[in-house]
């Protein structure tokens, strides 16, 4: 199986870097194929340029091979930080640009837009690793865990990916070692239960 592992954090020594070299190792020990997309060390351009919004628009292609790395894939992860509720800046632009009409989803004929899409996704499920510094408490009860919605109702159940786990590692800037090494242990076993060995 193919799965697609998008990373977005700037710093190589950040533990999301760590959770995404630890859900790659798990897949490829199952037997996978792991295909890592570093948007910060790869410089993704996140600006979405007004000739790439229409269907027909014209897509750089850069961008078109990564629009086919996501219809294909068996999996997707997604691993990010948790930035004021929301993914980093560059891991949105991704997702306006790669997630496109009729690479993640399509509106049916005479379906103008306004209506509801067809995903077009057929990945098994979505993982979403996140890491914080608040609080699970406080996220939820002041915030509301934003990310939560974003990942699971606006992106994959829209584009037709409906398992979905989800995981937040809190509090970070606190965390021992040893806590570390539980949660990377957590996205290994996470890995290996949503894509087990073929």
Same mark, same amino acid.
């Given at each position: ?7 977005? %954090?700037?710093? &190589?020594?950040?533990? #999301? ?14 037997? %996978? @194929?792991? @295909?890592? $997309?570093?948007? !910060? ?6 600006h ?5 919004? *229409?269907?027909?628009?014209? =897509? ?15 999996? $997707?992860?997604?691993v %990010?930080? #948790? ?5 980093? /800046? ?10 496109? &009409?009729?690479?993640? !989803? ?7 837009? +306004?209506?509801? *899409? ?16 608040? *609080? ?15 990942w ?8 037709? =990916? ?10 970070? =800037? ?7 090494? +539980? ?6 076993? /996470? =890995?290996?239960? !949503?894509?087990p /060995? +073929?």
């Amino acid at each position: 199986m193919k799965i697609l592992i998008i990373l977005a %954090h700037p710093s &190589p020594k950040s533990f #999301n870097h760590a959770i995404a070299d630890a859900a790659a190792s798990a897949a490829r020990e199952n037997g %996978h @194929t792991a @295909t890592l $997309i570093d948007l !910060y060390r790869q410089g993704f351009d996140s600006h979405l340029p007004a000739g790439e919004i *229409p269907t027909d628009g014209e =897509v750089a292609p850069e961008i078109e091979a990564m629009c086919r790395d996501l219809r294909a894939a068996g999996g $997707i992860i997604i691993v %990010h930080p #948790n930035w004021w509720g929301q993914p980093p /800046a560059i891991l949105k632009g991704f997702v306006d640009r790669v997630f496109r &009409p009729e690479a993640a !989803y399509r509106f049916l004929e005479g379906d103008n837009g +306004e209506g509801v *899409p067809e995903g077009l996704l057929t990945a098994g499920a979505a993982l979403v690793f996140n890491t914080s510094n608040t *609080p699970k408490e406080r996220e939820r009860t002041v915030f509301g865990d934003p990310l939560e919605l974003i990942w699971k109702k606006c992106i994959f159940e829209l584009c037709g =990916v409906d398992t979905f786990y989800r995981r937040m590692f809190t509090v970070v =800037v606190t965390s021992s070692e040893e806590e570390r090494r +539980e949660w990377l242990g957590e996205v290994r076993d /996470a =890995v290996c239960s !949503y894509f087990p /060995a +073929e």
